[in-house]
């Protein structure tokens, strides 16, 4: 991610009413209190009990580590209380047919990546020249996917050795870790259904008016209601951009299966591609979340959980699949008049990889830096949103895109038929002509690019698609100092700790 905004108060208003207790709703109201709650802002979340939460949501990016620290939440207090994880980064089997290149590994890096970025070009180099590729895939260049084939925890170990990493969660026990800790900071929390939203006829809202409290008013609302938007869309119709013609999956079946207790436990997301979408699995202390993402125009809900069944082995009937609907895509804008939207009302891009949570965070810290500070200031920010989604609907868009799966017409159409963004147009054509210059390419973008350099690197090299001419990558590296560069990962290795070890510790200390 490229923004860190500071969580400034400007102006706060006395009373902001959140509707929804999801995931989005309780990082609002914990987000908003820990930044306004000293200067006298009442804060009220209400949910519905009729109508429940998405209940998925088990993966989180690096930010999510900045969320509990801000808040000074050690790991060592809601990891345990929400069978938490360590996540390492992604890896994605199945999504290229090329020889030595079927699995790829997005990685959480650290600085000492950096080096490591060369013997990418070195590769290609070498292929282009129909040499002898170094013997090893681009993802041996990174520390982090090292770590977890070993299954070891990315934190810091024997050698003070450090990477990013990020973590699984249940996605339940989140939102009620989050609310324990919302109320005793003041949150006050009720229970009741809105059944018809008041505007002003001005572009903002009046009240909300509820089965069981009447009508409720406040200087901010916070829509956090879902896919609904029952605030943001039905009342205040800000127009919806959808994704559909870049992002076909509209659909999703989820299922746990168990623990395997007798090997290491994994600090990776599994990102599988299967015939009409992909499948993730997702370590919890507790059981494994599976879930298999994909597009109801290819597939039906009956098939895609016959296939994820057959993934999975989960063919035990009493275990229940759940399936969902998505809509991908983002509102124009997500603040409009009092109305902040954020989570699923806001937008959603689908979970490949794991970013909403991370939009939510982006969200709520740059409004609280904006809020008060004018109307140049909310259209900065509402810019700035709208291009972090696009930024991170590009970089899902070009795993489908570089894939080279032939199996159905599936991923045939989503590599040939799904329209580039001008961002991924100008990115590929710079990389499959002259590689070198992908830098200086990602330089020229870097306003509308969310993900680093490395990650987009990695995805090109990763799937196997590599540049025609690599002469101005400026790299002076022969094929030992790669495995070299290989070898180093590897030896980190051993200096770090054992994922379940660290887990099962964490579990002990928190009985
Ligand atoms: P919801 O959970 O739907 O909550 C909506 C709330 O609004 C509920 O409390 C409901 O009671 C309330 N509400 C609605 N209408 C009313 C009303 N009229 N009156 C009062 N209250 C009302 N995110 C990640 O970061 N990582 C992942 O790995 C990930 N995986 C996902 C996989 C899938 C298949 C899907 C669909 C999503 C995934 N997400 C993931 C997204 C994540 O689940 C959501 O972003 C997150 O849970 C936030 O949801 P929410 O709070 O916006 O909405």
């Known amino acids: ?28 109201a914990i987000l908003l209190a820990h930044a306004w709650r000293q200067h006298g802002t009442r804060i009220t979340l209400m949910e519905s009990a009729a109508i429940g939460t ?73 292929r282009r020249r129909k040499s002898v590729a170094v013997d090893a ?22 050698g003070n050795y450090s990477t990013d990493y990020a973590y699984h969660f249940d996605a339940g026990l989140i939102g009620e870790f989050l609310k324990r800790k919302s109320l005793a900071m003041g949150v006050r929390h009720i229970e009741d259904t809105v059944n018809q939203v008041e505007p002003t006829g001005t572009g903002d809202i009046a009240a909300v008016h509820t089965e069981r409290h009447g009508r409720m008013a406040a200087d901010l609302f916070v829509d956090c209601t879902g896919f609904a938007g029952l605030l943001i869309g039905r009342t205040l119709e800000v127009p919806f951009h959808s994704y559909r013609d870049h992002l076909f999956n509209d659909s999703a079946v989820a299922l746990p299966t168990p623990t395997e207790l007798n090997v290491g436990l994994p600090s990776e997301t599994l990102s599988t591609a299967l015939r009409h979408g992909w499948a993730w699995k997702i370590p919890l202390t507790n059981r494994f979340g599976n879930g298999y993402v994909y597009s109801s125009d ?14 999975t082995g989960q063919h035990d009937p009493a275990v229940e699949a759940r399936h969902l609907k998505m809509r991908i895509g983002r509102r124009e804008d997500c603040w409009a008049g009092n109305c902040l939207a954020v989570g699923l009302s806001q937008g959603f891009i689908e979970p490949l990889e794991a970013t909403a949570l ?42 489908y895109k570089l894939n080279t799966r032939t199996d159905t017409p599936y991923w045939i159409d989503n590599r040939e038929n799904g329209p580039c963004s001008d961002v991924v147009e100008a990115l590929l054509a710079t990389w499959d002509s002259r590689g070198g210059d992908i830098l200086a390419a990602l330089n020229e973008r870097s306003e509308q690019l969310v993900y680093s350099h490395t990650s987009w690197i990695c995805i090109l090299a990763g799937m196997g698609r590599f540049p025609r001419n690599t002469r101005k990558a400026g790299h002076k590296h022969q094929p030992s100092d ?29 009985a």
């Not at 290819?298 to 993934?311: D, I, M």
Request: aromatic share 12%; net charge neutral; charged share 20%.
């Open 1 to 28: 991610m490229t923004g860190t905004a500071k969580t400034v108060p400007q102006n706060p208003p006395d009373n902001v009413l959140i509707i929804g207790g999801g995931t989005a709703g309780w990082m609002a």
């Open 298 to 311: 290819y597939c039906s809900p009956e098939e895609a959980e016959r296939e994820l069944r057959e993934h």
């Open 482 to 510: 790669a495995r070299a560069v290989a070898r180093t990962c590897q030896g980190m290795v051993p200096l770090l700790p054992d994922h379940r070890a660290v887990i099962d510790a964490m579990l002990t200390e928190a």
């Open 54 to 126: 998405i209940g998925v949501g088990e993966g989180s990016t690096p930010r999510m580590r900045v969320f509990f620290e801000r808040l000074g939440i050690p790991e060592s207090e809601w990891m345990p209380a929400c069978n938490a994880t360590y996540k390492c980064g992604i890896r994605f089997p199945g999504w290229s047919t090329r020889q030595g290149y079927r699995s790829y590994y997005h990685p959480f890096f650290t600085l000492d990546d950096n080096p490591f970025i060369q013997p990418f070009f070195h590769n290609a180099d070498l």
């Open 358 to 399: 991370m939009l939510v965070q982006e969200t709520l810290e740059q409004f609280i830096t904006a809020h008060g500070q004018g109307e140049a200031a909310r259209a900065a920010f509402n810019r700035r949103i709208g291009q972090t989604f696009d930024g991170v609907r590009d970089y899902v868009f070009m795993h």
């Open 137 to 158: 895939h681009p993802d041996s260049f990174f520390v982090s996917q090292h770590l977890a084939q070993g299954r070891r925890a990315p934190v810091a170990g024997r």
